[in-house]
């Protein structure tokens, strides 16, 4: 463990022993698994069509910051599907909790000025999904509606400005898969300036995106730890750039599904644990199988909110 790492450890909020209470400091909240994209390496798939009712959520979301939630992330399927749903849970984590970040992960199709207009004020930082800017790339990665249009990387620049304009930060995402492992990305990262690149070698999860029960298959795709260190070589002078490998992301995220259960994915898949809003926050953890020291190792502490007062140094959480 470096140096750095071990005074993180120890300045850092969170529970090393079992037996005391884990402070869920940051979650990421699927809210509901429909998309309108095809990415072949999804691993949050349409599995179903369920979504709490919002009174229901807010319930869930108050009682995780009574246990000391600072940050909420919502991913998908599209959140933008249910563009007032995410809306009203940013409102109520910022006017209700006080709430020092809100995220959202979504691929920049369905985000409009209108929707930033009302709710970009509770927004912290919008990530968007960005895998290739080689049209046909972004296609062949499923990266595309119906599989026809084509302009998915023009969105996510017009997106990035839109967020500026209204202060919210900005931050890419791209999977890294056999497609896009050559790929030299740097002038395209230049020019769309994002606070962090945030890049992942792509993941099988089992009944996702391989396995009998999964809905994509995910296994030509799969690139060597070698092909990702390369695609990483090449882009090392964008200081925004973030690596993930599959071995940090497996288990280092407290992920709550659309019932609100801990999806837990010590096991290669992801297994639903009990509900909070059924047994309460601390019971629903322990079905977690949450990767504590993973979750510092892989960067999370440093500037997350919109305001930047937050020093490296501080306690702070990925986004
Ligand atoms: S954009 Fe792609 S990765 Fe994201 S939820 Fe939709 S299909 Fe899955």
Known sequence: MSWLLENIVSIFPLSYKRDEPIIPLSVNYFPHRQCNYACQFCFHTTKNLEILPLEDAKRGLRMLADQGMKKLNISGGEPFLKPQFIGEVFRFCKEELGLESCSVVNNGSRVNEKWLDEYGQYLDVMAISCDSFEPETNVKQGRTEN???????????????????????????????????????????????????KVFQVLLLEGENTGESSLRDARSLVITDEQFKYFLERHQGQTCLVPESNEAMKDSYLNLDEKMRFLNCESGGKVPGRSILDVGVQEALKDSGWNEQMFVHRGGVFDWSRETGRAASEPGLDW
Do not use: Y
């Not at 990035?160 to 931050?171: L, T």
């Open 147 to 197: 599989g026809r249009r084509k302009d998915h990387i023009s969105r996510v620049f017009e997106v990035a400005q839109w967020c500026r304009e209204r202060g919210i930060k900005v931050k890419i995402n791209s999977v890294i898969t056999a497609n896009n492992w050559e790929e030299d990305m740097n002038e395209q990262i230049k020019e769309l300036a994002p606070e962090r690149w």
